[in-house]
């Protein structure tokens, strides 16, 4: 019989972690004697079983040992006696689920950082904080992929980054990328067009060989069918609805208002007086139904009157 084989060698193996050389003692070894194959089969069917155990919660030795003992008690050998275990092999087998238990608990522990973590909002509003420390308001039909300081977002969201000057925080949306300055910042983006607003700090905003710097109350509109990236002030805080619950107006045009209610409630709101799209409203509008919010508007805005029909609400003087 030839040498017996540590069990690492067998687990780097079988994990295909093995160099050359040890690649060869093993198969050598394996072809010495036919126990040997059953000892292979035995660590890479335990192997198997430690994976799934460190995929859901990673162990210490001690969890690992009490598993090995419940698996030891229910395993029922084949009548071919294929897997006839000994005490010998009982207390190899437990250093294999041992070894390949905190083996699994540190490559989790080293690879989750990198792993690639997705966030989806349905039908409401999520926030999460990320590995790094940032925080994420997702509006509802919108996600992102996350991979150290890197996001892909389709659809909105709210971002409060924890700057870090030697590796910049950067989302992805379309073909626009938006690089932290150490800031917060909401970006939306559209079938054909990407809104980036800067509620504090500095943001870069690339497209392509362009690229602009936002500062706070500043935002920028970057269109499919425009190249050009052009920064402008920005005093409109209904960006923030989904993640205050409230619909704060500053003078806003009615347009607007009536733009953000329809993507907030999925309603069909229309303006059909004259003069009222680009009508003043300033106020703030706790965000309840739709019915209570239109009823103080038409309160706080005499010259608007509600007509509610089947399947559209008209707004008209």
């Not at 690649?23 to 994976?51: C, M, P, Y």
């Not at 395993?75 to 083996?103: C, D, E, F, T």
Request: zero cysteines; hydrophobic letters at 40%; charged letters at 25%.
């Amino acid at each position: 019989m030839k040498e017996d084989i540590k069990e690492d060698l067998l687990i780097r193996y079988i994990l295909d972690e093995a160099d050359a050389e040890e690649r060869r003692q093993v198969e050598a070894w394996l072809r010495g004697d036919n126990d040997h194959i059953k000892r292979f089969e035995q660590t890479r069917f335990l192997l198997d079983k430690s994976k799934e155990l460190a995929q859901s919660s990673p162990l210490n030795e001690q969890e690992a040992w009490e598993k090995f003992k419940v698996k030891r008690t229910n395993y029922k050998p084949a009548p071919s006696g294929v897997l006839n275990l000994h005490n010998r092999w009982l207390q190899a087998a437990a250093a294999v689920l041992i070894i390949a238990s905190s083996w699994m608990a540190w490559h989790y522990g080293h690879t989750r950082r990198d792993t690639m973590i997705t966030l989806t909002a349905y039908e409401k509003v999520i926030s999460d904080t990320l590995p790094d420390g940032s925080v994420v308001h997702l509006n509802k039909h919108s996600a992102i992929e996350y991979s150290g300081r890197t996001a892909r977002l389709k659809g909105e969201a709210f971002f409060k980054v924890v700057h870090n000057a030697a590796k910049p925080f950067i989302v992805y949306t379309r073909d626009v990328s938006i690089t932290d300055i150490g800031t917060a910042f909401n970006v939306k983006a559209d079938a054909d067009q990407t809104e980036v607003i800067v509620e504090s700090g500095e943001v870069k905003v690339s497209r392509k060989a362009s690229s602009v710097i936002l500062k706070q109350k500043q935002s920028v509109l970057v269109q499919s069918a425009n190249l050009l990236l052009h920064v402008q002030e920005n005093n409109d805080l209904l960006y923030q609805y989904y993640r205050t619950d409230e619909f704060v107006t500053d003078h806003t045009p009615l347009s607007r208002l009536v733009k953000v209610l329809n993507e907030a409630y999925g309603a069909n709101i229309q303006i059909k007086g004259s003069g009222l799209t680009d009508l003043p409203i300033t106020g703030t509008y706790k965000r309840e139904s739709l019915d209570k919010i239109l009823q103080v508007l038409q309160l706080t805005t005499p010259e608007i009157h509600i007509i509610n029909m089947a399947d559209k609400i008209i707004l008209t003087r």
